[in-house]
């Protein structure tokens, strides 16, 4: 782990695997992770790239183990993508972002289009009214641990509850949620706090900022999109038309995580993005 400075101060913890087969010309890659108000959890997305591309990750400021930051906006932590971009030495880079990330990363490659080759938009919201089918699905699949999660939500918990009321919570991104709640427990287990000011200050743009952005990004992008994600893909899709250079991807049997569910559709779909990226 590496800690970069921010120019307001602000410090963002880091990680980089460089490859030696790189061709010099290939872009690394920034994996931008979703939230907002977690932390990284996307090295096993970033293995799948192993030997492909350079590949950074960070925590986002203000959780995991970067700084506490007062400074919550989607302006600052797009300045922050351009700043770790210049730190790490990158003329252009390829951005993958994951949930929340995917609109992180849509916003960077809309506010610096030169800076970016190609664009990762992974399992996304999108566009338009999605929370409504999204929550009618999260408690469809959260069903067997209904009156559980009713006891433990809304309130003070411990340790050992927090780990699972975010099993729980969690269990519903993946497409066999019974699966999920082991799947989810590493991440569960993670020591870091949620920043849920990140989580509301963050969620503050709308649906013509994300028109804008996409409509501004130069690069192709992809949109991947689990067929099992309880967020609806018709609202991707919808943001997707705004885009000058869109790519549809589906990952067959997959939710809200696919490359948890479906390592090997993900990982073709990560190369196709980093080998056909502009020069």
Not at 83 to 110: C, D, P, Q, W
Not at 137 to 142: F, N, Q, T, V
Not at 185 to 194: L, Y
Not at 263 to 275: A, F
């Amino acid at each position: 782990m590496d800690i970069v400075g921010m120019n307001d101060g602000a410090q963002l913890a880091t990680w980089t695997v460089p490859t030696p087969r790189v061709d010099a010309d290939r872009p690394a890659v920034i994996l931008v992770h979703g939230g907002p108000g977690l932390w990284d959890y996307l090295e096993p997305l970033g293995a799948l790239l192993g030997g492909l591309a350079t590949v950074h990750r960070y925590d986002q400021r203000g959780c995991g183990r970067s700084s506490p930051s007062d400074v919550l906006t989607m302006e600052r932590f797009v300045a922050d993508l351009e700043e770790l971009r210049v730190t790490f030495g990158h003329e252009r880079v390829v951005v993958i972002g994951h949930s929340f990330g995917a609109t992180l990363a849509l916003a960077y490659a809309g506010t610096h289009p030169d800076r970016v080759a190609a664009l990762g938009y992974l399992d996304g919201t999108g566009i338009g009214d999605w929370r409504t089918a999204s929550r009618a699905e999260e408690a469809r699949r959260r069903a067997p641990w209904a009156e559980r999660f009713a006891a433990l939500d809304g309130r003070e918990r411990t340790r050992a509850e927090e780990t699972e009321w975010r099993r729980i919570q969690w269990a519903s991104d993946y497409a066999d949620p019974v699966a999920g709640y082991d799947l989810a427990r590493a991440m569960a287990e993670a020591p870091h706090e949620i920043n849920r000011v990140a989580n509301r200050s963050l969620m503050a743009f709308g649906d013509a900022d994300q028109i804008a952005w996409a409509a501004t990004a130069g690069c192709p992008i992809t949109f991947v999109h689990g067929t099992a994600d309880p967020r609806p893909a018709e609202n991707v899709v919808a943001l997707a038309g705004y885009a000058h250079r869109p790519r549809k991807r589906i990952v067959s049997g997959a939710g809200h995580l696919p490359w948890v569910e479906q390592p090997e559709q993900v990982r073709e779909i990560l190369h196709e993005i980093v080998l056909t990226a502009d020069a």
